[in-house]
Structures are given as C-alpha cells and as structure tokens.
C-alpha cells in the first residue's frame, strides 16, 4: 500500500550535516505517521523522531533533540531529517516507516540510507 525510498546518506565529518529524504508512494500520505529509525552495526534498531500528518507534536529521541530536525511536505509526499552537529556515535543505517495510528506498530519501511560519521 505504502512505499518508502530513503536517499540523502554520505560520510561527512564530526560537526556537519545531512539531509535526509524519504519519498512515499500513495495517495493518503498526510494521513500517515511518519519515523525514522536506525540501526548501527551490533546494536539493535533505535527511534530517532516522528511526525504525525499534520505535522505538529513532532517527537525525539534523547540523542536526537536539539540536532536533529523531522519535518514533512504533504504536496510532495516527503519526509525529512535534517541531522546537524553529527558524532561519530550517529553511524548508522537510516529507516524511514510509516504507519497509519499511534495505536500500530510501523509496518511500513524503507530500505535504508548509510550515514558514516568519521572524527
């Protein structure tokens, strides 16, 4: 029903910034929950942030708040994360989900996106 293509991973150095795209296939795009997880290597999958489809009460993980940035363009059925003031420690593969309550778990994914933070 929902597919999700995350783009915009890369190595970039302690300190910089990334901007994260998750493109939504669908008609019903604002009536999602948007997230995104990630997963680095040995530890298991972590929230990072969500957005309902109004795009208000955005929601973060600890290590997330104050750099990182969830916003959305329903017209273009788009999902952002803006990371700035990158460590080494957000490493990961990024996922972007998608579901249709907060009474669901997220059952829809994309493939991922490769985010290296060298120091």
């Known amino acids: 029903q929902v597919q999700l293509v995350e783009s915009g991973g890369g190595l970039v150095q302690a300190g910089g910034s990334l901007r994260l795209s998750c493109a939504a296939s669908?008609?019903?795009?604002?009536?999602?929950?948007m997230g995104w997880f990630r997963q680095a290597p040995g530890k298991e999958r972590e929230f990072v942030a969500s957005i309902p489809g109004s795009g208000s009460r955005t929601s973060y993980a600890e290590s997330a708040k104050g750099r990182f940035t969830i916003s959305r363009d329903n017209a273009k059925n788009t999902v952002y994360l803006q990371m700035n003031s990158l460590k080494p420690e957000d490493t990961a593969v990024y996922y972007c989900a998608a579901r249709k309550s907060i009474l669901l778990n997220y059952n829809y994914w994309g493939q991922g996106t490769q985010v290296t933070v060298s120091s």
């Open positions: 669908g008609r019903t795009f604002s009536s999602y929950i």
